[in-house]
Nanobody, 120 residues
Framework: QVQLLESGGGLVQPAGSLRLSCAASGFTFSSAVMSWYRQAPGQDRELVASITTDRVGTNYADSVKGRFAASRDNGKNTVYLQMNSLKPEDTAIYYC?????????????WGQGTQVTVSS
């Protein structure tokens, strides 16, 4: 059974920081490209950050470059999103996503999401 369990969301003031975690199970984590998406009310879900299996390759949305950093610990089957200098427009539900690699196919999995609210 595949599970992606996000944690670390909450209410933070503008310019503050949060660290999201996503604990994965049920698939070979080290072989999966992991990503963070977010969805604000009335908006489409958008890619925030992704990180490759070797922990070296990362990709960020222009709106978060220089403020957010994705990392992963393959020994703990966990991916992180460090969010600094948060802005009210970062308010959204943040979702963990796995693009899991199997021998002959790939599968995409989603977590249940964690709410991040940036407000004074």
């Amino acid at each position: 059974q595949v599970q992606l369990l996000e944690s670390g969301g909450g209410l933070v003031q503008p310019a503050g920081s949060l660290r999201l975690s996503c604990a994965a199970s049920g698939f070979t984590f080290s072989s999966a490209v992991m990503s963070w998406y977010r969805q604000a009310p009335g908006q489409d879900r958008e890619l925030v950050a992704s990180i490759t299996t070797d922990r070296v390759g990362t990709n960020y949305a222009d709106s978060v470059k220089g403020r957010f950093a994705a990392s992963r610990d393959n020994g703990k089957n966990t991916v992180y999103l460090q969010m600094n200098s948060l802005k009210p427009e970062d308010t959204a539900i943040y979702y963990c996503h796995a693009n899991a690699q199997y021998t002959y196919y790939t599968r995409k999995y989603w977590g249940q999401g964690t709410q991040v609210t940036v407000s004074s």
